[in-house]
């Protein structure tokens, strides 16, 4: 299976199935990346699949805006081909310290929201 992997600066990496992005007729990530004020990283290669446009320590320092559009383009108009693995430090310690017994959310009784 080919990929195309490269880190972000947040420290996760983005992926993209190749072998899913070369049954695409779409290629809507590296049209929404195209678009001004987005990353600008992604072109089409010689074989009409997404490559980087800059280089990988370019992306990695914050050339791509993490902004996940090329992921959402894929999963509505493509092939469903991108996966985005970001670190969430602060999500994955409140998943640490809750125990089984605490609520997720509560109502609140005297307005009827919840938290």
Not at 82 to 108: C, G, S, T, W, Y
């Amino acid at each position: 299976m080919s990929m195309l992997k490269f880190e972000v600066f947040s420290g996760g990496t983005v992926t993209f199935d190749l072998s899913k992005c070369s049954q695409c007729d779409t290629k809507a990530c590296v049209q929404v990346c195209q678009t001004p004020g987005n990353g600008l990283i992604l072109k089409l290669d010689e074989r009409d699949l997404p490559s980087l446009k800059v280089a990988q320590d370019r992306v990695a320092k914050g050339a791509c805006i993490e902004d996940m559009g090329c992921m959402l383009a894929c999963q509505l108009q493509g092939k469903d081909a991108i996966v985005f693995d970001l670190p969430m430090p602060e999500f994955e310690e409140a998943v640490r310290n809750l125990r089984e017994d605490q609520p997720v959310h509560q109502k609140d009784e005297k307005d009827g929201h919840t938290d």
